[in-house]
């Protein structure tokens, strides 16, 4: 009998996937050619052994989660591919690995989308912003034991220089509050301020 040879374009509707990831296993060395055309036979041979089993989200339709490798393509994988076991199962330390990078990727993408929206701060910036801040607080603090120290001085009773101390504290918080949302954008509620 003699052997049919068919074109990539033909090859790739027989498999149901898109004609790019034929000629991208053709590229690869994946799959070889008679005289440029596909021996469908030998190529679904080579495919199954030459390509690997991809992760595909649980939202794809038909998605078995494993397909030929190829992007585009729905192909559930053969059981005959690298890394699948009996049943159509891939290799579970290759699918964990895949799983890590698609979440850690996912992870990356939030984060960005985040900053670009101004959610979330850059944790330099607010290191720097919250030490300029301290430092703030811990100059105007001793500042002001030197400034209410004779008006203290006067006051004879505990209470009164109580007043004196807490007046001088709740005007350096103010400045804290105030500090917090202008350097990080903070936004403090106007009850933590009271």
């Known amino acids: 009998m003699a052997v049919q040879l068919i074109n990539k374009s033909a090859y790739a509707r027989l498999r149901g996937c898109d004609e790019k990831a034929v000629r991208k296993a053709i590229n690869e060395g994946r799959i070889s050619l008679i005289g440029g055309k596909i021996d469908p036979e030998v190529a679904d041979i080579q495919w199954a052994r030459n390509t690997r089993a991809r992760v595909m989200s649980n939202s794809a339709p038909g998605a078995s989660g494993q397909t030929t490798g190829e992007p585009g393509s729905d192909v559930p994988a053969t059981p005959d591919a690298p ?27 939030e984060m960005n989308a985040a ?4 959610s979330m701060l850059m944790r330099q910036d607010v290191d720097r912003a919250m030490f300029e801040i301290g430092r703030e607080i811990r100059d105007r603090l001793t500042a002001s034991a030197r400034r209410i120290a004779a008006e203290v001085a006067s006051i004879p009773t505990a209470e ?35």
């Open 83 to 109: 890394g699948a076991a009996a049943g159509g199962r891939s290799d579970p330390s290759y699918m964990k690995f895949r799983m890590r990078r698609e979440e850690a990727d996912a992870q990356i993408a």
């Open 115 to 118: 900053k670009m929206r101004g």
């Open 160 to 194: 009164g220089c109580e007043a004196v101390v807490d007046r001088e504290h709740r005007i350096v918080l103010e400045l804290l509050v105030t500090a917090l949302r202008e350097k990080i954008g903070a936004p403090v509620s106007m009850e933590s301020a009271a």
